[in-house]
């Protein structure tokens, strides 16, 4: 068999575990909650998860949630059903927030040290010192302030005293650095907000890079894994943990997932949701987890996708069409066959005598355990696609026309005598006869037939809402597009069939039931179902456009 090449991060573990530096292996996922996670999230997560299924040691969540605005506790309830979904557990669900108070003496600590201090220039003069890439910034006139009066004015800015930005905390690192972020970098900011763990207890509030790599330290994460665009925060990752003289955790960036055709930011996701652009956070063209969920993909095809993508340390855009290749695939196996008629027209047998019978269908011939059988209730009386009627046949068309046969999957084969049309020249009935020696399995009619069409029995069928979905945008990169993204939403994203017919066998259907609709694709029941109505969305069609 084949042995998996390692890849970068997995190599830097093994490194570590083999020579002796750490001893347990852990690692964090630590998602902001100001909204619900994504395929992006997915990524972070099974590379987190999976580095501790593979070496051993655990896995923390931590909330992130040091931004007290954004962030809510519906989110972080999505956020861990989310993950659980995709099939991981963490060892501590943790909370930046419950490091405020250790946060807060950090700071102390670095004022003590004289590595930091209060700044009550504004917002423009601290931009206007900041330098550029190419020349060096300038100190600010606050920066040789005492330690007593940095401690003094922070306790102040602690207990309420002042407005919000009135004063700043800033690291004293180097306003010469050719690393911008390490131009004291400000640490602490004053905002009275209130949090949606601590309430209002605190009115400051420390800046994202003095909470992170701290909260990794705290944890005794060994391995604190990112993405890209924290390249450049490292050094300052690095130089906190130095400075405060705790626990060495190491960061490491790896390449985010982008995909095509879709967004992955949160705050973009959001306006989709509040706009109504979209059926909320887990409407099933959405990139979220709960979207793809809702949509029918499986736990199993979400991990095997991130497997299949890898471990980059360059910018790369995914195609959607692989993620939809890693359902198919696993649907294949897994998903019943079974019929559903999405646009009907009536098919009529005009010789078919015995009222009804029970026919066997096959469940799944691709299934591991041969999938079994089911029965189907047959009759004289069908529904069958209209697209497969022509009135006058096109070159090589195998299905139903005026004089031509083809088999009813499970059944018998039947002739088009004649048709029915309305006062619009609409089709509204097909006519047949049928063989009777046809029947599937024990067919000793002789006759070759091309076409198979699939069908339900008129008097047997449940109907349905039918809900097909396209891309959510017809850029391939929206993001990168001219104007707001917004712009190159697909208004054919959602196609609604308010009245399809499906066997009923498939009342029975759950949440968790997935089905392959013969020649539709494969489809799951909605939660918008009643027991009136039921509502099934396509999760993806049957051909596979994925070229490997
Ligand atoms: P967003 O802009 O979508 O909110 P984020 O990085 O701000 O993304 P966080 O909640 O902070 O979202 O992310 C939690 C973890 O998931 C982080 O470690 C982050 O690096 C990772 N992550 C987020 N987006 C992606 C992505 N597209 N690909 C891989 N990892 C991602
Ligand atoms: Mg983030
Ligand atoms: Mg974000």
Request: hydrophobic share 35%.
């Amino acid at each position: 068999s084949e042995e998996k090449s390692l890849n970068f991060i997995e190599e830097i573990v093994e490194n570590d575990l083999n020579s002796g530096k750490y001893e347990t292996l852990v690692t964090r996922f630590p998602p902001e909650p100001n909204g619900y996670l994504h395929i992006g999230h997915a990524k972070a997560i099974c590379l987190n998860f999976g580095l501790t299924q593979k070496y051993g040691g655990y896995t923390n969540l931590r909330f992130d949630d040091t931004n007290p605005v954004t962030e809510k506790t519906e989110y972080v309830n999505s956020q861990q059903e989310d993950i659980r979904w995709l099939g991981f557990n963490w060892k501590n669900e943790l909370y930046a927030s419950d490091y405020f108070d250790e946060l807060y003496g950090f700071a102390v600590k670095l004022i003590e040290k004289g590595l930091a201090y209060v700044d009550e220039s504004s917002a423009d003069e601290i931009a206007a010192l900041k330098g550029t890439p190419t020349e060096p910034g300038q100190d600010s006139p606050y920066r040789n302030r005492s330690v007593e009066e940095n401690l003094d004015i922070f306790t102040k800015m602690k207990n309420g005293e002042f407005a919000d930005g009135a004063y700043i905390l800033r690291a004293k690192i180097d306003m010469a650095s050719p690393n911008m972020l390490m131009r004291d970098p400000i640490i602490y900011r004053i905002k009275h907000a209130e949090h949606h763990r601590t309430g209002n207890k605190w009115c400051i509030y420390p800046m994202y890079d003095f909470a992170h790599g701290q909260s990794d330290s705290i944890e005794n994460i060994t391995h604190s894994i990112c993405t890209l665009e924290y390249v450049s925060h490292r050094e300052l990752y690095d130089w906190f943990i130095e400075k405060l003289e705790i626990f060495p955790s190491k960061q490491y960036e790896f390449a985010r997932l982008n995909l095509t055709s879709t967004v992955m930011s949160k705050r973009k996701l959001l306006q989709l949701v509040n706009e109504n652009l979209v059926n909320g956070w887990d409407d099933p063209r959405m990139p979220t987890i709960s979207g793809l969920r809702r949509r029918g993909f499986t736990p199993k095809s979400i991990r095997e996708f991130c497997e299949r993508i890898g471990i980059a340390k360059r910018e790369n855009l995914i195609e959607l069409s692989l993620l939809e290749f890693c359902i198919r695939e696993d649907l294949n196996k897994t998903a019943n066959r079974v019929m559903a008629v999405l646009d009907p027209i009536k098919l009529v047998i005009t010789n078919y005598e015995k009222g009804t019978e029970d026919l066997i269908g096959e469940n799944n011939p691709e299934a591991e355990d041969g999938g079994g059988t089911r029965v189907i209730p047959f009759s004289n009386e069908l529904w069958i696609e209209r697209e497969d009627f022509m009135e006058v046949p096109a070159k090589k068309w195998f299905r139903l026309a005026p004089g031509a046969m083809v088999r009813l999957k499970f059944a018998y084969i039947v002739k088009c005598e004649d048709f029915v049309k309305d006062e619009n020249g609409n089709v509204t009935e097909i006519r047949c006869t049928y063989i009777p020696e046809s029947k599937s399995g024990s067919d000793t009619s002789g006759i070759n037939v091309k076409g198979t069409i699939h069908w339900v029995s008129a008097p047997h069928a449940k109907t349905a809402e039918i809900r097909l979905y396209d891309r959510l945008f017809t850029s391939e990169t929206p993001d990168a597009e001219e104007g707001d993204f917004k712009d190159y939403l697909n208004p054919e994203s959602l196609t609604v069939l308010p009245n399809a017919y499906i066997e009923p066998a498939l009342a029975d259907a759950d949440l968790d039931s997935r089905y392959q609709f013969i020649r539709k694709g494969y489809f799951c029941l909605d939660k918008d179902s009643t027991a009136d109505k039921l509502v099934f969305n396509r999760t993806v069609n049957l051909k596979d456009t994925f070229k490997k």
